[in-house]
């Protein structure tokens, strides 16, 4: 990256206000059953997905354009939260009943593949029914395992700081692009030494943070099979989180549990926190300050480890319409109106066809367009992690041990075994 440009303005951006229906969940809805075809000829395939209720009301505005245009095929959804969405999708793949079409994400892509639950997407390609053309950024190769398309992105995103904005500026500190992780806790230092506040949330048991550090060292924290870091490693992680937690650097675990669902941040217990960017939605609607996106640091101070996440469609391996499947997959990633619909609830549009038709214009999805923006000019964008089966379950067991060092639960060398332990039997299953 090789810069210290100032981020105000540029790359600090104010997030707009969430309401309190961003943050509902929808209900689960009934799964349906037989070949979903009618005596008229007309199909119907199961559409299935997580998120909150705007995610739910922009979806079933698309699915009603792709109903118009194709009158002979019927979208069924199901949707529900994220925890609930994978317990479900779980029974119903190991009974053979998932649905014809289903949201994803690169964490669960080897697991199902394993299993034979999801579609190599290439063969309808080749036969003109999804368009694999216009995607951005080599995004598209997100959702590839072992030469199979399994899986399409329908948005980008990438890790960053979510700061307070007024906590950095009464504090004499700024975010820029090339500072490194010791500016960034000196920088929490000078927060709690002048608004005696905690400056990070918690960034220690972040298992996409913890990968984009190793990446920045030369290391990863997967392979295609296995860890790519060393019990040392992560104990080292861990012993240098906890000894913030202990000095004040990093916000107390028990205040953090206590306001849950709120966020550290917005609750007031910290000046920043990492997650992804277009996460950052949630911070206005819930504190009362202004916040904004600012760059990863760096050990070198240039290289980030950063690369484009995204959420997307995948099929059912065992469909009994493959061929409409497709059509829908390849409209709702590609239709120009689906994309205005959309916005950027899943990450910044995936083709240009849709990226092109929306314009945002709200403080929240200007800032996070304008931040990968930067991220992507800065030329520090690396192609994604491996992501092997069972991939979920260790990033909660990185999260639930992690959380258990900064509470002084496991000593981070006991907790660096039982992430090992807890990943070969994950890898196993």
């Keep these: 990256m090789g810069t ?3 981020v105000e303005r540029r790359t600090i951006l104010k997030a707009a206000g969430a ?3 961003t943050l509902g969940l929808a209900a ?17 395939i199961r559409y299935a997905w997580w998120g909150g209720e705007p995610r739910t009301i922009a979806i079933k505005k698309s699915i009603a354009l792709f109903e118009k245009k194709y009158p002979k095929i019927k979208i069924k959804p199901e949707f529900t939260d994220y925890e609930a969405f994978w317990e479900k999708f779980q029974t119903q793949a190991s009974g053979g009943n998932p649905p014809d079409v289903f949201q994803n994400a690169v964490g669960f ?3 199902y593949d394993k299993r034979g639950v999801l579609m190599d997407l290439k063969a309808q390609a080749d036969a003109g029914n999804l368009d694999l053309k216009n995607f951005r950024n080599g995004v598209l190769a997100n959702g590839q395992v072992d030469g199979k398309q399994i899986g399409i992105p329908v948005g980008a995103n990438t890790m960053a700081l979510v700061i307070d904005l007024k906590a950095f500026q009464k504090a004499g500190v700024e975010a820029k692009f090339g500072w490194t992780w010791d500016d960034y806790f000196a920088a929490l230092q ?3 030494d002048k608004l005696k506040i905690a400056g ?5 048991s972040i298992m996409y943070l913890y990968d984009l550090y190793l990446r920045q060292n030369g290391k990863a924290f997967f392979t295609e099979s296995d860890l790519g870091f060393t019990e040392d490693d992560l104990t080292q992680w861990w012993t240098d989180g906890y000894k913030r937690v202990k000095s004040g650097l990093v916000a107390d675990p028990k205040k953090v549990e206590q306001v849950k669902p709120k966020s550290a941040l917005s609750a007031g217990l910290a000046a920043s926190e990492f997650t992804w960017d277009n996460f950052s939605i949630r911070y206005e609607g819930e504190g009362e300050s202004d916040y904004g996106l600012a760059p990863i640091p760096t050990t070198n101070g240039k290289d980030t480890g950063q690369y484009l996440g995204s959420l997307m469609m995948s099929a059912f391996s065992g469909t009994k319409h493959p061929k409409e499947v497709a059509q829908f997959i390849s409209f709702m990633v590609h239709d120009p109106e689906v994309g205005k619909i959309m916005g950027y609830d899943r990450g910044i549009l995936a083709t240009t066809e849709q990226y092109d038709a929306f314009k945002p214009t709200d ?8 931040y990968e923006e930067e991220v992507a000019k800065a030329g520090v964008l690396g192609k994604i992690t491996p992501h092997p089966s069972g991939t979920d379950v260790i990033e909660a067991a990185f999260l639930r041990i ?8 496991t000593k981070p060398a006991d907790a660096a075994k039982a992430l090992f332990s807890e990943a070969k039997a994950a890898f196993a299953g």
Excluded: H, M
């Design 190 to 192: 000078k927060i709690q």
């Design 4 to 6: 210290s440009r100032n």
């Design 200 to 204: 990070d949330s918690g960034y220690f």
């Design 363 to 370: 403080p929240n999805n200007k800032g996070v367009a304008a």
């Design 402 to 409: 992690g959380g258990e060092v900064a509470q002084g639960k």
């Design 109 to 111: 892509l080897r697991k």
């Design 28 to 44: 689960t809805t009934g799964c349906g059953g037989g070949d979903g075809a009618s005596a008229d000829g007309t199909v119907t």
């Design 19 to 21: 309401t309190a229906a």
